[in-house]
């Protein structure tokens, strides 16, 4: 990887020889001074991460404060890895994947991956970080069957070829396939990243290798677990971030064990993080995330009980939020949504029921349901007009981005929508009477949510309106969300509603794994996803023409090494998606209300909210957002 001038010139202005000196953040200064930590230069990395803030016209800020966030469950501690988004690579503002707690990598023909970590490198308890973290995952968690009994995460497999793996020396490992595997270092960028590496010294205890057997046996019957599997697993959960002790590499620490209604994040001492002052990140001492009823979000951010919120705030909160800015002393601004489409509706194509099966595998039926929804009056009436009208497809700031795409199937034809229903043959009562299906019952769909919110219930009541001019009748049905997913895999569920690709920005060296039956979690193919997940395991094989068309086109662009050839098979697949309709979208670009206090620095003005790739707030790097004004505590213990 080739670093930028500016950048290199940093790292050896910052480089620990003696003639500079390092910033302590304050809040640590008395645990130094008391011996409890170590001095800030035995601290950090040997060449840490200088953050390149000035070259992004951004302010290098100032230590201290408590940011306070607002979150409807214990189980949102989670979204601190999200935001705190510390990766071996991640994202940066071009969505160009670069080295983040890697110093550096190297990729040879796609396949043969050499990880280099920074030396000095430590755990937020103080314990060195090295090659033995993964080699403790790939020996001891991802190959040992009691902790990994569906085998090695899929991401770490190319045709069902595991990668060969190497430690070079303490701070160096390789990963090698026989063929490319494009989609390795994405998982490793992701929202919800592949962790391919474990604070081995922490888990030890828990594994039934390393552990005293007498030891271990009580410490499972203590914590009321089946085994010591069981209990190792409960330990190991960086992604979910919910046991306190297992150290981490994110910038804040997560120091409440829940449940409870509020969770404290004290900053990592050992972050590997610094800006061009030579102060360590983050900035900021504290995050504290309060719980509260999601529904009750909106108007806690109104009264200013929050410094940072943009979850669980939709667009229709925007009049409000704009009225009490004065009153609770923040800025309402507006980020533009990067998925595919706000809201799209996924026709199960592997739903159990035969006969809507075999419906929503034909594609007039899709293509009829998309041309009987009002885009445009949907538009007007919840988004003012200012959305963009169109199918779930990739967005405008897209290289890809083609209005054939956007548009296809798309314009609102009713008379059109009703030629193709009857040419299908499905039967109408009486010119303008209900529809029935093949077997006599009425053409009734009943859409499944996870009740994201009245923004979605409105949308689905207009689509029920233009539908039933179709003579087909739509009912909503709400459930929690890991039922509402469980419902979907199982093949229960005729349709259901989510947000579209939630990758809307692709270029061509994108993975475009999101228009192929690769995941599970594709709502409209998911027993066929978790048959390719699972390596033939479960699920189902693939028996659409027009879906294994997808999936060989995958596998072409997973083999294409000319980005001129993996760009001309992302428009192939693209192509498919705008003529077979198997998600039908709405409308994109929705404005996302992101809530700042008016004293919090570096946030951006105006950006892409997105989930993956992005972490929402995480490629904005929080750990560099500051408080001017002496930064002040934002909130009493």
């Known amino acids: 990887m080739i670093r930028p001038l500016s950048l290199l010139l940093a790292l050896l202005l910052l480089a620990p020889t003696g003639a500079r000196a390092w910033l302590e953040p304050p809040a640590l200064q008395n645990e130094v001074a008391a011996g409890k930590l170590p001095p800030i230069d035995e601290r950090l990395p040997q060449v840490p991460l200088v953050a390149p803030l000035r070259e992004q016209g951004l302010e290098p800020g100032e230590h201290g404060g408590d940011l306070r966030i607002l979150m409807s469950g214990a189980k949102d501690v989670r979204m601190m890895v999200v935001y705190g988004y510390a990766r071996l690579v991640g994202y940066d503002r071009e969505y160009r994947i670069v080295p983040d707690i890697l110093e550096r990598f190297e990729v040879e023909e796609g396949r043969v991956f050499t990880f280099h970590l920074r030396p000095g490198h430590r755990w937020s308890d103080g314990e060195p970080f090295t090659a033995e973290d993964f080699r403790y995952f790939w020996e001891d968690v991802a190959n040992n069957p009691d902790l990994s009994p569906s085998g090695i995460p899929v991401e770490l497999t190319v045709e069902g070829e595991a990668p060969q793996f190497e430690v070079i020396d303490t701070v ?35 594994h039934a290798r390393y552990a005293e057997e007498a030891e271990l046996k009580k410490m499972v019957e203590e914590a009321g677990q089946r085994n010591w599997a069981s209990l190792h697993g409960r330990k190991d959960n960086q992604y979910k971030n919910d046991n306190p002790k297992l150290p981490t590499l994110d910038p804040w620490m997560n120091t409440t064990k829940g449940p409870a209604e509020r969770f404290t994040f004290l900053r990592n001492p050992y972050y590997h ?46 009049t409000f939020l704009k009225a009490g800015e004065r009153r609770g002393k923040y800025d309402v601004r507006l980020w533009r949504s990067g998925t595919g489409s706000q809201l799209a509706l996924y026709p199960n194509l592997n739903a159990n029921d035969p006969v809507w099966r075999a419906l929503f ?70 010119e303008d009477g209900p529809r029935r299906l093949p077997d006599g019952r009425l053409m009734e769909v009943i859409v499944e949510s996870a009740g994201e919110g009245t923004e979605e219930s409105d949308i689905l009541r207009l689509i029920a309106d ?21 419902r979907i895999f199982a093949g229960e569920t005729l349709m259901s509603v989510w947000t579209g690709l939630e990758n809307g920005v692709p270029n061509p060296l994108s993975l475009p794994g999101e228009l192929a039956p690769t995941s599970q979690q594709h709502l409209q193919w998911p027993k066929w996803g978790q048959h390719f997940e699972t390596q033939n395991k479960a699920g189902e094989p693939i028996d659409l023409p027009e879906a294994q068309q ?62 993956e790739p992005g972490a929402h707030l995480g490629m904005y790097r929080p750990d560099c957002f500051w408080f001017a004004e002496g930064a002040e505590t934002a909130a009493a213990d």
């Not at 998982?187 to 919800?192: M, V, Y």
């Not at 900035?283 to 919120?309: N, S």
């Open 466 to 486: 233009s539908w039933a001019k179709l003579g087909i009748s739509l009912f909503t049905k709400v459930e929690q969300r890991e039922v509402f997913r469980n």
């Open 273 to 318: 993080r610094v800006d061009e002052n030579g102060r360590q990140l983050p900035y900021l001492d504290r995050v504290l995330m309060t719980v509260a009823d999601g529904k009750i979000i909106p108007a806690k951010v109104g009264a200013g009980e929050a410094d940072l919120q943009a979850r669980y705030l939709r667009f229709d909160h925007y």
């Open 550 to 611: 997808l999936m060989a086109l995958y596998m072409d662009w997973r083999h294409a090494v000319e980005p001129a050839e993996k760009e001309r098979l992302w428009h192939a697949m693209l192509q498919i998606h705008a003529d077979q309709v198997f998600s039908i979208g709405t409308v994109a670009e929705v404005s996302q209300p992101v809530v700042v206090s008016e004293r919090l620095r570096n946030v951006p003005k105006e950006a892409l909210y997105t989930w």
């Open 361 to 430: 595998r034909d594609a007039r039926f899709r293509r009829a349901l998309s041309l009987g929804i009002d885009r445009h009056e949907i538009n007007q009436v919840i988004f003012y007009g200012l959305a963009q009208e169109g199918q779930n497809t990739v967005l405008p700031r897209s290289p890809l981005y083609r209005d054939d795409y956007r548009r296809s199937w798309a314009e609102y034809d009713v008379d059109r929508a009703n030629r193709l229903l009857d040419e299908i043959g499905l039967q109408r009562d009486g």
């Open 172 to 206: 160096t490992v390789r990963y090698s396939w026989s063929k490319p595997n494009p989609s390795f270092l994405p998982a490793l960028a992701g929202a919800s990243p592949l962790y391919i590496y474990r604070p081995a010294h922490y888990l030890k205890q828990f």
